[in-house]
């Protein structure tokens, strides 16, 4: 059971990571790493503790985060609700933190993944978060809203169907809250997306900042800690592998050169570390968590 929320201050921003449950992946070294020299990949498993023969599962967490700047409540993806019966805490835990759904001003989807957007909606089919603007890529919008086409996807078809149904059914209804927008802009005073499309069409990350301190929210474009030191090793549902290889090495030159606060959304909780260069890749160095009082 991973922790329900974790919280800590940026520059004058109050965020909290918080969890929308796990999720267990079966053939996670296909899944996540379909391009990478089996060798290479042994070895860098076992750095890990991992052995590839025996690591038949990976139990990802899912973790969203909030965003309070003081004036605006942020939220930034929507998790995987109704996915598995692990998924879809988000709302219950942003409750315990004294925040009702009416009270997200903005909600940010990174990507139209059911993992970032399963959470979209509430039981009755309507926008859970119904005082909120959702903000997504006009790019990704389009392209989940009309009929994707995934056979450029290295998974099987019947899951491309499944992607592309639950990509367009959480989108459709939130038509009359959604604002799409571009790479770049300014969603919330200190709250930028940043182009990383490859993993789909109009994948963002987000960039937020307050006070001179950072933090890049990473999304898919970087789904393991191991895609930090091996950035060219993509994943089967990358749209487009050469694209996602060179946004992760954009966002990761980034985040070093501003000594951002990384978080990833696969990453186990709260996902929250740093990044440095390490010859033509990078290293990651898990943030050191406040565990007690
Ligand atoms: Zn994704």
Redesign the pocket.
């Known amino acids: 059971m991973p922790a329900a929320s974790y919280e800590f201050r940026l520059g004058s921003f109050r965020c909290v990571v918080v969890s929308d449950g796990t999720y267990t992946y079966a053939n996670p070294a296909l899944t996540f790493f379909l391009d990478a020299p089996e060798e290479r990949l042994r070895e860098k498993l076992l750095a890990n503790g991992v052995r590839l023969d025996r690591w038949t599962e990976f139990v990802s967490d899912y973790s969203c985060l909030l965003v309070d700047t003081g004036s605006r409540r942020v939220l930034i993806d929507t998790g995987g609700g109704a996915l598995s019966s692990t998924t879809g805490k988000l709302r219950a835990n942003l409750r315990s933190l004294g925040l009702p759904p009416e009270d997200i001003d903005t909600v940010i989807l990174t990507?139209a993944?059911s993992?970032?957007v399963g959470g979209n909606l509430g039981p009755d089919g309507r926008p859970a978060f119904p005082a909120a603007r959702y903000k997504i890529a006009r790019s990704e919008w389009e392209f989940w809203t009309a009929e994707p086409d995934l056979s450029r996807l290295r998974i099987p078809a019947h899951l491309q169907k499944v992607l592309a149904s639950v990509g367009r059914s959480h989108l459709l209804p939130l038509r009359g809250q959604v604002d799409l927008i571009e790479p770049g802009e300014e969603i919330e005073p200190g709250v930028r997306s940043v182009d990383s499309s490859g993993?789909?069409p109009g994948?963002l990350a987000v960039d937020v900042s307050s006070q001179g301190e950072h933090l890049l929210y990473v999304?898919?474009a970087i789904?393991h800690p191991l895609h930090i030191e091996e950035p060219d090793w993509s994943a089967a549902?990358d749209v487009s592998p050469t694209e996602a290889a060179e946004a992760r090495r954009r966002l990761l030159r980034r985040a070093s050169s501003q000594h951002a606060l990384v978080h990833g959304f696969h990453f186990p909780f709260p996902g929250l570390g740093h990044v440095g260069p390490v010859g033509e890749a990078w290293r990651w160095t898990p943030w050191a968590v406040r565990t007690g009082p």
Request: proline share 0%; no cysteine; hydrophobic share 20%.
């Open positions: 990507h993944h993992d970032h993993h789909t994948h999304s898919d789904l549902v």
